[in-house]
């Protein structure tokens, strides 16, 4: 079975700060990791994701993952915070069939 | 190309009443998906189409809940009697296969207020 923690329901950053969001997943398959992100009244956005290869993984609008096997991690980062990055950042494992457990999410507040 | 289509957008009923959500996937998708998104968490799957063809509904409340996707476009999800606890964001996605490298796209969603 899968499971996502993401770590702190809210995070306050100023403007031009490093962006840091924790997930952490369980599965007993390889899994497939990503992260979405969902402005008010509108649906979820693909910002990247996880499959094979390249731990690093690079996303739109300047975010980065990197998925951390040893640590089962897969933690959301970007060097400057922006306004526009005001949103509710969700992070998900697929694994073992095709069913995507969705974490319960982080709101990310950016201070100017 | 367009995106995923919900209607209504927003929906009151009270308790007991009946409740039906539509959703017109991106066209060409194969799958379709009905999440409910209760606030404070994150999106769980309640149905999952491929085609007109059931994939998962493990996670339906079938003694109240019940969705179709007739001709394996759109998709219609019925509630039928609503409860308190079903007042929620139901969001509806598509991809174009079922399998694990497919993005999902997702409509802005229906909230639905029971009272």
């Known amino acids: 079975a899968q499971s996502v923690t993401q770590l702190g329901s809210h995070v306050s950053v100023s403007e031009g700060a490093l962006v840091l969001l924790r997930c952490n997943y369980s599965s007993s398959v390889p899994p497939y990791l990503f992260w979405y992100v969902q402005y008010p009244n509108q649906g979820l956005q693909l910002l990247l994701k996880?499959?094979?290869?390249?731990?690093l993984v690079k996303g739109i609008n300047g975010f980065e993952a990197e998925f951390k096997k040893s640590e089962t991690s897969f933690h959301l980062t970007k060097p400057s915070a922006h306004m526009s990055d005001a949103a509710e950042y969700f992070c998900?494992?697929?694994?073992?069939?095709?069913?995507?457990?969705f974490g319960a999410g982080t709101r990310l507040f950016v201070k100017a | 190309e367009a995106g995923v289509a919900q209607s209504p957008r927003y929906k009151i009923i009270e308790k007991r009443q009946s409740v039906a959500f539509w959703c017109n996937p991106i066209s060409g998708h194969a799958t379709l998906y009905w999440y409910q998104q209760i606030l404070g968490q994150g999106p769980k799957l309640l149905i999952q189409f491929q085609n007109n063809g059931v994939v998962d509904d493990s996670q339906l409340p079938k003694d109240r809940f019940s969705a179709e996707r007739l001709k394996g476009v759109d998709s219609t999800l019925k509630i039928q009697p609503a409860k308190l606890e079903d007042s929620a964001v139901y969001l509806c996605?598509?991809?174009?296969?079922?399998?694990?490298?497919?993005?999902?796209?997702f409509g802005p969603g229906t909230r639905l207020t029971v009272l």
């Open positions: 996605a598509s991809s174009l296969r079922g399998d694990e490298y497919n993005e999902q796209f």
């Open positions: 998900a494992v697929r694994g073992g069939g095709f069913k995507t457990i």
């Open positions: 996880y499959t094979t290869g390249a731990t």
